[in-house]
C-alpha cells in the first residue's frame, strides 16, 4: 500500500467536503423551480436527500482514507500534522467553520469517537466573529425609506421577482406597506437612516417562500418576514411576521429546514441572530440546513455554559420513560435521552428500531410539531456535576451507553433535543381554565401529524411537551409510524353477554390495528380534560376520520403547514391560500 503524506490526507478531506457542498448546494439551488413548479412532493424527497448526505459522503472520504493510507497508518501523529495543513487550505474559504466540522466527523469515523483533543480536532473554531451590527453587505439588499416606503417595495417587487407574475404586483405593494407601519412608527420610518436589510437569498420550506429581513432605523432592529405562496400559478403574499416571538417561530426547531442558498453561514447566522437575539446560534446553522454544524455549535455552547455554572444534571422532570433515560441541567433548555438496556414489558421493540424511529422523524417534515433530535456519541463530563440519583438511575437502565470512573461521567451513544414542559405536567400547574388552548392545540398537534403521514403510537400526554410559545409539540418517538400502516378499526359490537362483560377483548386484534373510540380514557384519567378535548377535537375518536385522513395521503393531498398564526394570514384577504389550521 502506497502511503498517503499528511498533505495528502488533508486534501482527500477537503475534496470531500468540496463535493458534498456542491452536492448540498445543487439541490438547494432546485428549490425555486420546485416551489413555482408546485413539485410538494419534490420538495420533501430533497429535504430528506440532503440531510442524508451528510452522512453519505463522511462514509465515502473514510473508507477513501482507509482503503488508500489503511488504518494502521493514519496514525494520531499523521493526524496532527494533517489538521494543521487542512486549516491552511480552507482558511480562504467563505464557509470554513462548516470545513471544520466535516473534518471532526472524519476524524470521529476514523478514530472510532475518540476524544476530540484541540490538536487532532477544531475543538473550538479558529474562525469566531460576530458580524451582528456591522454592515451585511454582501448578503443583503437594502431599501432606504427615506422616499417612502411605497418606492422601496416597488424596488423590491423588482428584485425578487420570480418566474411567475405576481397576483397583484399593486395589491402586495400595499400589504407590505401597510404591515411595515402597523410595526414601525411615522418617525422611525422618516429617520434618515431608517432602511430594509432583506437577504438576498430566498428561503424555501413545504409550499412557502419566504423574503427575511430587518427593518433598521435610528439605533432599533425590528425583524421583517414576508411569506409568500404559489397560488395557482400566481405569486401571492401570505403574511408579514414583524413580532420577534413570532418570526422566531418560523426558525423553530419542530419545523424542517430551510431551503436557501448561503455562501457565507455565519454572516447569515450573525444576521438572522440580531432578529432573534434569543435564538441559539445552533439553533440558527440548523435551520437552514447546517444541522451538523448546528451539532457542534451544541457542544461548544454546552462546553461554555459548563464553564459558567455549577448547577448539576439531574433526572428531566416527568414520568420515567419505558425505553429512554432523560436527564437535564436546570440552567440550559436541553435534555439528553439514553436508550435504555431493557425496555418495558408492553415495549416489543429493540434498540436499532428506536435509533430508525428517530432517524425517520430527522428526515420527514415536522410540521412544527415533533421536535428536532441531535444524536451523539462519546460526550464527556466531570463526574461531579451529576446528581448522584442520577448517575445511579443511568447505572442501573442505561450501562451500555454510559461509562462512569472516578472522575469522567461519558454519554456513550444520545440525542438531546430541546427541553419542554411535559404536558401533563402542565395541565397539573396550570389553572383549569387556562387548560382549553393548550388542549385545542394538543388536539390539533394529533391531527397535523396524521395530515402528515404520521402517526405517533403512544399519543399520551407525557409524550408532548409544551414550548415557551404555548405550542404542543410531541418528543417522544419509540413507537412513530408512518400512519398508512396503522388499521384504524371501530370496536365491534358485542353480540353476547358474554362478550360484553368479558374484561379482555373477545375480537381479533392484529399487530397495527388501532381503535380510536379507546382514546379518550387512554390519553385522559381526568375526566375534567378528557370532556374539555372531547369537545374540541371529537374526529380523534372516531375511526373514519383516521381512514379518511389516510385516503387523503394515499391520494397524494399534502396539507399546507405554514409557522406563523392564521391572524398574520386573516390580514391579507384578497390571497385564496386556505386558512393555516395552526
Not at 445552533?282 to 451538523?292: A, P
Not at 444524536?375 to 466531570?382: G, I, Q, S, V
Request: glycine fraction near 6%.
Amino acid at each position: 500500500m502506497r502511503l498517503f503524506s499528511p498533505r495528502q490526507v488533508a486534501q482527500t478531506i477537503l475534496d470531500g467536503f468540496a463535493t458534498y457542498r456542491h452536492q448540498f448546494v445543487k439541490i438547494t439551488l432546485g428549490a425555486p423551480e420546485r416551489f413555482t413548479q408546485q413539485q410538494w412532493a419534490e420538495a420533501q424527497s430533497a429535504a430528506a436527500q440532503r440531510i442524508e448526505l451528510y452522512g453519505t459522503s463522511v462514509k465515502d472520504v473514510a473508507d477513501t482514507l482507509r482503503s488508500r493510507v489503511g488504518n494502521e497508518n493514519l496514525t494520531t501523529e499523521v493526524w496532527r500534522e494533517t489538521r494543521e495543513l487542512y486549516l491552511s487550505m480552507i482558511s480562504e474559504r467563505t464557509d470554513p467553520e462548516l470545513a471544520e466540522t466535516f473534518f471532526n466527523s472524519i476524524f470521529g469515523r476514523l478514530f472510532d469517537h475518540l476524544t476530540q483533543e484541540s490538536d487532532l480536532a477544531f475543538v473550538d473554531s479558529w474562525f469566531t466573529g460576530d458580524l451582528r451590527g456591522t454592515s451585511s453587505q454582501g448578503i443583503a439588499m437594502s431599501y432606504s425609506l427615506s422616499q417612502g416606503a411605497d418606492q422601496a417595495f416597488d424596488q423590491l417587487l423588482d428584485d425578487y421577482a420570480f418566474d411567475l407574475p405576481y397576483a397583484s404586483r399593486t395589491g402586495m405593494r400595499r400589504q407590505l406597506v401597510q404591515a411595515l407601519e402597523a410595526h414601525v412608527s411615522q418617525d422611525l420610518l422618516a429617520s434618515m437612516d431608517g432602511r430594509l436589510e432583506v437577504l438576498k437569498s430566498v428561503f424555501y420550506r413545504n409550499k412557502g417562500a419566504y423574503w427575511v429581513g430587518r427593518f433598521v432605523g435610528d439605533g432599533q432592529v425590528f425583524p421583517w418576514v414576508a411569506a409568500l405562496v404559489n397560488d395557482q400559478g400566481e405569486i401571492t403574499l401570505d403574511a408579514v411576521v414583524m413580532d420577534t416571538e413570532q418570526v422566531s417561530i418560523i426558525f423553530s426547531f419542530t419545523r424542517a429546514y430551510f431551503m436557501v442558498d448561503v455562501p457565507m453561514p455565519a454572516e447569515f447566522v450573525d444576521f438572522l441572530q440580531a432578529m432573534m437575539p434569543d435564538k441559539a446560534r445552533h439553533e440558527l446553522y440548523t435551520s437552514i440546513g447546517f444541522y451538523k454544524h448546528g451539532k457542534t455549535q451544541l457542544i461548544r455552547d454546552l462546553r461554555g455554559h459548563l464553564h459558567q455554572t455549577d448547577d448539576q444534571f439531574i433526572e428531566a422532570p416527568g414520568i420515567r420513560g419505558l425505553v429512554m433515560a432523560v436527564f437535564t441541567l436546570p440552567s440550559l433548555p436541553v435534555v439528553f435521552k439514553l436508550i435504555k438496556d431493557k425496555f418495558g414489558p408492553s415495549k416489543m421493540m429493540s434498540r436499532e428500531a428506536v435509533r430508525r424511529s428517530y432517524q425517520l422523524v430527522k428526515v420527514h417534515d415536522r410540521v412544527g410539531r415533533m421536535a428536532d433530535t441531535q444524536e451523539f456519541f462519546n460526550l464527556r463530563f466531570n463526574r461531579d456535576r451529576f446528581d448522584q440519583a442520577l448517575l445511579d438511575e443511568l447505572t442501573a437502565t442505561c450501562a451500555g451507553s454510559v461509562e462512569i470512573d472516578q472522575d469522567e461521567v461519558i454519554i456513550k451513544h444520545c440525542y438531546t433535543e430541546r427541553r419542554m414542559t411535559p404536558l401533563n405536567l402542565w395541565l397539573n400547574d396550570a389553572a383549569i381554565d387556562d387548560w382549553e388552548p393548550v388542549l385545542d392545540d394538543y388536539g390539533w398537534a394529533i391531527k397535523q401529524m396524521a395530515a402528515a403521514n404520521i402517526f405517533a403510537g403512544d399519543m399520551l400526554l407525557k409524550n408532548f411537551g409544551v414550548t415557551r410559545h404555548g405550542r404542543v409539540v410531541f418528543y417522544d418517538y419509540d413507537e412513530i409510524v408512518y400512519l398508512t400502516e396503522v388499521n384504524f378499526r371501530k370496536v365491534p359490537i358485542p353480540m353476547t353477554p358474554e362478550q360484553e362483560m368479558a374484561a379482555e377483548p373477545w375480537y381479533s386484534v392484529g399487530v397495527n390495528d388501532v381503535f380510536p373510540e379507546e382514546f379518550p380514557t387512554f390519553l385522559f384519567t381526568d375526566p375534567k380534560p378528557r370532556a374539555i378535548f372531547q369537545k374540541l377535537h371529537p374526529e380523534i375518536f372516531d375511526p373514519k376520520w383516521w381512514q379518511d385522513t389516510q385516503r387523503s395521503i394515499k391520494d397524494g393531498h399534502l396539507m399546507d403547514f405554514f409557522p406563523y398564526r392564521a391572524d398574520h394570514r386573516e390580514a391579507f384577504a384578497w390571497s385564496t391560500v386556505d386558512q393555516d389550521l395552526s
